[in-house]
């Protein structure tokens, strides 16, 4: 496996369901993002992680609750969510602390709420 | 409040002439900007970037010019072909302490290129 991989890339859940995301990345980075895109809309940062800390979470509802067990693996667990959290959930890495750090995206995970 | 803005939600330009994305923003703080190309059902990949101190960077087809005093970013891509044909997406860079950077996104410009 090369560079950022998702799991599952197609997710339909109920309300009352708890399944998460997984994102691993094999670039030796040090920063984990987790972002949201909806339809007509910009992608939204939810998370960052760098170096296995939180340092960002921008005002997320806490049915979304993220994990990142080590740089390489990030996980996003999901419970009770709504019909409008439906979307495409994108995981991205970066090397944080050099003097440009581009993020590299995985495929994403399209989710269905229903 | 939208701090990147790409104000063209499509554009469809013939094959072999020149595509024109262009991108608006309103922070300051933005020390880099980044393209990244979009195609259906997958994650978006980087394209190119820019730094705030310069005014423009050429990578083959692609150029972006930056007008810090406008605020404002191009992509120009010439000649554009059919495989140009995604969904392109702005970003602006800053610096959000302790080490780390964030992206800030625009919705992003659907290219099509006519053959």
């Known amino acids: 496996e090369t560079g950022v991989t998702q799991t599952p890339r197609h997710l339909v859940m109920g309300m009352t369901n708890k399944k998460s995301l997984k994102c691993e990345q094999h670039l030796g980075h040090n920063a984990m993002y987790w972002y949201k895109q909806s339809a007509k809309k910009p992608l939204e940062l939810m998370f960052v992680y760098s170096l296995e800390e939180r340092v960002e979470n921008n005002s997320v509802p806490s049915r979304f609750s993220p994990e990142c067990p080590n740089s390489s693996h990030l996980f996003l667990h999901l419970h009770t969510l709504q019909p409008e959290d439906s979307a495409l959930y994108l995981c991205?890495?970066?090397?944080?602390?050099?003097?440009?750090?581009?993020?590299?995206f995985g495929p994403g995970t399209r989710l269905t709420v229903l | 409040d939208q701090q990147v803005k790409q104000n063209s939600p499509s554009l469809s330009v013939q094959e072999g002439r020149i595509s024109i994305l262009n991108c608006d923003y309103t922070?300051?703080?933005?020390?880099?900007f980044l393209w990244y190309k979009k195609y259906p059902a997958e994650g978006p990949t980087f394209l190119i970037s820019?730094?705030?101190?310069?005014d423009k960077n050429e990578d083959g087809r692609f150029t972006v010019f930056l007008n810090k005093s406008a605020k404002h970013l191009s992509l120009h891509i010439v000649p554009s072909q059919p495989g140009d044909s995604a969904v392109y997406f702005c970003?602006?860079?800053?610096?959000?302490?302790?080490?780390?950077?964030?992206?800030?996104f625009g919705k992003g410009t659907k290219l099509s290129v006519i053959p």
């Open positions: 991205a890495s970066s090397m944080q602390g050099v003097a440009y750090n581009e993020q590299f």
């Open positions: 820019i730094s705030s101190i310069k």
């Open positions: 970003a602006g860079r800053a610096y959000s302490g302790a080490g780390s950077y964030q992206l800030t």
């Open positions: 922070n300051s703080m933005f020390d880099y």
